[in-house]
T-cell receptor, first 113, second 112 residues
Framework: DGGITQSPKYLFRKEGQNVTLSCEQN?????MYWYRQDPGQGLRLIYYSQIVNDFQKGDIAEGYSVSREKKESFPLTVTSAQKNPTAFYLC????????????FGDGTRLSIL | GQQVMQIPQYQHVQEGEDFTTYCNSSTTLSNIQWYKQRPGGHPVFLIQ?????EVKKQKRLTFQFGEAKKNSSLHITATQTTDVGTYFCAGPNTGTASKLTFGTGTRLQVTL
């Protein structure tokens, strides 16, 4: 079955530590996205990528970094510069430059130790 | 920048009552999409509306796109406990078609 796989499901970060969230898709989608969701809140866009080796900042990119070396993969690193990283992180993908809906992974819950 | 607001933020109904959430965009949209997120889950696409004034139905759910293509609504008739979740509308970003701006969401709680 085609889909988006996010791992791990739960992640704990220590002070000053960088952590990387994985997102892999086998939908053959060019566009991929990372969102942050805080309790009771909507989805805020962190970074997005329309094509391999290219990505753009979203609305809340500070303290985060991404890479897009392969079409299938779009990992998100939460750096130590992100002072309030506790949130639910969602990865999504869709067909580039279309109005096709986004498909989401199951998400990663990140907490501070 | 583009903003998409939803009201109400939260609604608690008894099973069998109707529910409506409203979505308003600061800009004209080429289309509007609706997603549902169950508690602890991820958003799942429900439907897309494209035409001005368009109305689509999915069983007990009725979706409407405004004439000016700046607002939309989702109405659920005779809610059930399976309707519990947060409903988001989303519109394409004016600069990048595949990028979406999500609404603030409406959380629906249904009790027996």
């Amino acid at each position: 079955d085609g889909g988006i796989t996010q791992s791990p499901k739960y992640l704990f970060r220590k002070e000053g530590q960088n952590v990387t969230l994985s997102c892999e898709q086998n939908l053959n989608h060019d566009a991929m996205y990372w969102y942050r969701q805080d309790p009771g809140q909507g989805l805020r866009l962190i970074y997005y990528s329309q094509i391999v080796n290219d990505f753009q900042k979203g609305d809340i990119a500070e303290g985060y970094s991404v890479s897009r070396e392969k079409k299938e993969s779009f990992p998100l690193t939460v750096t130590s510069a992100q002072k309030n990283p506790t949130a639910f992180y969602l990865c999504a993908s869709n067909i580039r430059d279309t109005n096709q809906p986004q498909h989401f992974g199951d998400g990663t819950r990140l907490s501070i130790l | 920048g583009q903003q998409v607001m939803q009201i109400p933020q939260y609604q608690h109904v008894q099973e069998g009552e109707d529910f409506t959430t409203y979505c308003n965009s600061s800009t004209t949209l080429s289309n509007i999409q609706w997603y549902k997120q169950r508690p602890g889950g991820h958003p799942v696409f429900l439907i897309q509306l494209v035409k001005s004034g368009e109305v689509k139905k999915q069983k007990r759910l009725t979706f409407q796109f405004g004439e000016a293509k700046k607002n939309s609504s989702l109405h659920i008739t005779a809610t059930q406990t399976t309707d519990v979740g947060t409903y988001f509308c989303a519109g394409p970003n004016t600069g990048t078609a595949s990028k979406l701006t999500f609404g603030t969401g409406t959380r629906l709680q249904v009790t027996l």
